[in-house]
């Protein structure tokens, strides 16, 4: 590939250094310009509306803009390089300096790594920017550049043109209706992680954090409840029972005290008045300074909210759409379509709290908190396929499971096939096609463990996939689209989306499939499964 310009050096800005993205890359054709099939005259180029106005907000915003474009014109002899470079000269000309230029110049018949879908683009943008591929959002118009996104561990924004297909359009997690909308929801993201002036004050003694709810929720808070844990002398984790193991693996957690609010779950148990008396006298004792309670978009903070009012917390930080009244004392209202993770960091920030400038904003597990792996399953690198799920509606079905064991083994990767112990039948008979069945043999943290050497988890949206980023493994997402891709994918991870994301079930937030056959992800052909862990090895040159 070209990496043109020659403007590498200049690192992040010390001290200013943005939480969530150092940069911005953004794709040509379509995107920055009129698309002009196969351009190589600089006096054609037209910047899309309002295009030059917005490229200088983010340069005033401190980050750094890299263009990421597939040229295939260079190899069909369309045009030449020099052609190309006055382009991007005129390119400059009407919108200002980019600090990075990288093109493909390859087709899709070259089988390169930089041609988008691929992420070699992306992994070299952030490299001559001197960030990471995690650190960085791609804008684009079709589905190749959210892919290469994605696929990078970077963010991707989908600004659909007309010739946009729809079904990229279904599968994009965050979409623009144009240029400079995109470029304000980066930027809206961006603050809405720093505490608002005057907020962060001294550091507080005892936070009590809460998040209900099971172990992808509770993985998900992660980044939240270090940032928290950045501005208190002490945490108290108040979790669930379906989340106590994973809470057990995050840092900055001092005392986790586990109790069930019936009202967050989906089947929900009575609320017994001795026990909520209980919890809220258990609340009481902790004596924290401040709470802040995490919630999911479809949940309410008020109930818990109320108790802790009784318990005697002065200082109660919630997201709330309902009215609060006198419940909360931060009321925090967050759009939907933000990824959870940056949802529950905007709660922290509006309490007051951000993650410190060397802490990245990604899922992570507490060092130390994972058992060794066993010795027998041999040598770092293979693929992880999870077929289950609690809510089966996002489960991958045992037919297509035991299909992508097969097809994975023929393409010469060790499988490990893990699930629950009430999943042992569907894991024997997935690892019977392919694999070795691990199913029912592993706690939390020893999946999280085994999860940590793969290669690449192959799973639905469940807990594992969260698990799967914590530890900083690709992950490959057989995504039922029960709920956005966009709030719930695998966060800051290179991940590769599969299924059909505008499948009837979308939206639905369905436990079990509302559509006869699971069309959504049971349409996945495991030959796509083959190409995304191939896909999913094209590296940055260093995790983190
Ligand atoms: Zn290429």
Same mark, same amino acid.
């Given at each position: ?45 037209? #910047? ?102 994605? +696929?990078?561990?970077? @963010? ?103 109790? #069930? ?22 609340? +009481? ?5 401040? @709470? ?140 019977? +096609?392919?694999?070795?069945? /691990?199913?029912?043999?592993?706690? /939390? ?48 991870? #290179? ?50």
């Amino acid at each position: 590939m070209y990496a043109g310009a020659g403007r590498a050096g200049s690192g992040p800005v010390e001290g200013a250094r943005p939480v969530l993205y150092d940069a911005v890359l953004l794709d040509r054709d379509g995107t920055l310009i009129e698309d002009v099939p196969y351009n190589g005259d600089p006096e054609k180029v037209r #910047p899309v509306p309002g295009a030059r106005a917005a490229l200088d907000r983010l340069r005033a915003a401190g980050l750094r803009l890299a263009v990421v474009t597939n040229q295939s014109g260079l190899a069909r002899g369309y045009f030449s390089e020099e052609q190309m470079r006055a382009v991007h000269a005129r390119v400059e000309e009407l919108l200002g300096r980019f600090d990075a230029w990288l093109v493909c110049p390859h087709d899709d018949a070259d089988g390169c790594d930089c041609r988008k879908p691929a992420p070699g683009l992306v992994h070299a943008a952030a490299r001559e920017l001197g960030t990471s591929a995690s650190r960085c959002v791609v804008v684009g118009d079709i589905g190749r550049d959210v892919a290469a996104a994605l +696929a990078a561990g970077a @963010a991707g924004v989908l600004v659909p043109t007309p010739v946009t297909r729809p079904e990229e359009i279904a599968a994009a997690g965050w979409l623009a209706s144009d240029l400079p909308a995109a470029v304000d929801e980066i930027l809206r993201r961006q603050q809405a992680v720093h505490p608002v002036s005057g907020a962060a004050g001294e550091r507080v003694g005892t936070a009590l954090v809460v998040r209900s709810d099971s172990a992808g929720d509770v993985l998900v808070t992660g980044p939240a409840i270090r940032a928290v844990a950045a501005g208190a002398q002490r945490v108290v984790l108040l979790c669930g029972p379906r989340g106590r193991a994973a809470a057990d693996l995050l840092p900055g957690i001092d005392e986790i005290i586990e109790h #069930p609010l019936p009202w967050i779950d989906p089947t929900p148990a009575p609320v017994d008045p001795d026990a909520m008396r209980s919890l809220t006298a258990r609340l +009481a004792a902790v004596g924290a300074d401040q @709470a802040v309670v995490f919630t999911s978009f479809h949940q309410s903070a008020l109930p818990l909210a109320l108790l802790l009012r009784m318990a005697g917390i002065g200082r109660i930080a919630a997201i709330s759409d309902d009215y609060p009244g006198s419940l909360l004392d931060v009321r925090h209202r967050v759009p939907v379509g933000v990824p959870e993770p940056e949802r529950a960091l905007s709660l922290a920030a509006a309490a007051g709290h951000r993650l410190p400038v060397d802490d990245e904003p990604v899922l992570r597990l507490r060092p130390g908190a994972l058992p060794p792996r066993p010795a027998h399953l041999g040598d770092p690198g293979y693929v992880v396929l999870h077929p289950g799920s609690a809510a089966s509606s996002r489960a991958c079905p045992l037919e297509l499971a035991a299909r992508i064991a097969g097809s994975l083994t023929a393409a010469g990767h060790r499988v490990l096939v893990t699930g629950g112990p009430e999943e042992r039948d569907v894991t024997a008979r997935v690892a019977a +096609a392919g694999g070795t069945d /691990l199913g029912g043999r592993t706690d /939390l943290p020893g999946l999280a463990a085994i999860v940590a050497d793969a290669s690449a988890v192959v799973v639905g949206n469940t807990g594992p996939a969260h698990l799967a980023a914590a530890a900083g493994v690709p992950v490959v997402s057989l995504f039922a689209p029960t709920v956005p891709f966009g709030q719930w994918g695998p966060y800051r991870v #290179p991940t590769v989306r599969l299924g059909d994301a505008g499948a009837p079930c979308r939206d639905t937030r369905a436990a079990s499939c509302p559509v006869p056959g699971h069309p959504c992800v049971s349409g996945v052909d495991p030959a796509e499964v083959v190409d995304a862990v191939r896909v999913l090895a094209v590296s940055g040159g260093g995790g983190r």
